[in-house]
């Protein structure tokens, strides 16, 4: 009777002593992410709109260069809003702002607990190394945050061209 598939089937593999450091470094990482989104504010002080990009401005740093010398958004613009806004619950607004950010936001919703049972627990399941699961999921966003990039680079780029005939 105990000798069921699932008994049988291994879905997850120890974790040595580096990896489960690791594993509670990066949930550290994304806890922090995620307070830092809590405490800003992405709505537009005068209007109450939300913004789409540079709530980044309230932690001390610049506006983005690139942005201001090309009039392009680059990848990461509007990421920091994003998480922002989805903090907030307002997931279409976090959308508008950054669709990549809220990809990146759910994985890091998904590999919180992940990182969590593995950390405390010892244990890692489903990827049987952290590396190939934080490698996965790092490749995964960057993806996701070049591929909106570019489609957004391309829709202002034929915007102005209409602009010029």
Known sequence: MGNTFFSRCQVFTHATAWERAAALFFAGGVIAVFLVA????PYDPATGEPLSVGTHTQLGLPPCNFLAMSGFPCPSCGMTTSFALLMRGDV???????GAGIFLAFLGWVALPWCLLA??????WWFFRLESGLLTGLLAGLAITLLRWMVVSGVIALGRLGEIK
Do not use: I, T
């Open 38 to 41: 809590s405490r800003l504010n």
């Open 92 to 98: 279409v607004a976090g959308w508008r702002a950054n």
């Open 119 to 124: 950390g405390l627990g010892g244990r890692l």
